[in-house]
């Protein structure tokens, strides 16, 4: 899960709500001062949110950059269905190519953090012409490492049973028990908590499951017609680097390594993300 460290908007950001003939997405969208040189759609990750990518807007926008990111059906702000059935891939990615069409500014950069990364291939591999590129941030060729697969079963088989607010005490306990954990401002937990509270359960079931069993994909990744760029922190643990530095040779994409980040390069730093994502943009933007 990503923690936003603050909640501020940036001052060329407007909270909306974008509509579109499947539903309607909560997103922030982001725009530069004069002409945009493209438009990048920002796909959160498992229990995430739109608000994961705060920090990124602005040095977007900086480099002239419409970037727009999105709470996905059923998390936080975004409505969605009660029952697990309706969040498969094929749905999610349709999803995503409802909002690129409802934005008008296709084809987009296409961003995916974590599970994110999960919807967004899912969508390339439906309408690839949607996107000039796919980015997959800190998201595997497949399923999540055993540590993570033992956490999800866990909030898996607790969701449909139990309280949310037990399970939510729960997470938070857990998260204690970390040797790395460092208590959050009471302003991000009353986010945290929110959001938690607001998303649909059956999403962090459906979702939970694909992280759980996702088989690898890098054969279809290689084949999709689109400029592809896998990034990740130096301290990665959700996949191994090794993992994710074996998919974008396998793949040829462009590679960087953030260091000193971890699983969450666009809220630890969004400067040195923002400038590798640029780079690997701006030849594709060349008219």
């Known amino acids: 899960m990503s923690k936003p460290r603050s909640l501020d908007l940036p001052p060329r950001t407007r909270a909306y709500r974008l509509h579109t003939p499947r539903q309607e997405f909560a997103v922030l969208d982001s725009r530069p001062e004069g002409r945009a040189r493209g438009t990048v759609l920002l796909v959160p990750g498992y229990t995430g949110s739109k608000e994961d990518f705060l920090a990124l807007l ?18 936080f702000e975004s409505p969605g269905p009660r029952r697990v059935s309706g969040y498969t891939p094929r749905t999610l990615g349709g ?83 970390d040797p790395t954990y460092v208590p959050d401002p009471p302003e991000i937990v009353a986010f945290l908590q929110r959001r ?11 979702t939970g499951r694909q992280l759980r069993v996702e088989p690898d994909r890098t054969e279809g990744l290689a084949a999709l017609p ?30 960087t390594v953030i260091l000193g980040a971890d699983h969450s390069p666009n809220v630890s730093h969004p400067a040195e993300l923002a400038e590798a994502l640029t780079k690997f943009w701006s030849p594709l933007d060349t008219p």
């Not at 602005?58 to 998390?75: E, F």
């Not at 938690?196 to 459906?206: E, R």
């Open 58 to 75: 602005d040095p977007l926008a900086d480099a002239g950059y419409r970037a727009v990111a999105v709470d996905g059906r059923g998390q």
């Open 95 to 177: 999803d995503v190519l409802a909002q690129v069409a409802a934005l008008g500014d296709g084809p987009v950069h296409l961003v995916g953090h974590s599970f994110g990364g999960f919807v967004a291939r899912s969508a390339a591999r439906l309408d690839p012409s949607a996107f000039r590129s796919l980015t997959l941030l800190a998201s595997g060729p497949g399923r999540v490492g055993p540590e993570q697969r033992t956490k999800i079963r866990m909030l898996r088989a607790a969701l449909p049973v139990l309280p949310p607010s037990w399970v939510w005490a729960v997470t938070q306990w857990l998260d204690g028990r």
């Open 196 to 206: 938690w509270f607001s998303t649909q359960p059956a999403q962090l079931v459906a």
């Open 226 to 255: 689109l400029p592809l760029h896998v990034a990740y922190g130096s301290g990665e643990t959700v996949w191994t680097v090794g993992e994710l530095a074996h998919l974008a040779r396998r793949v040829d994409a462009r590679h």
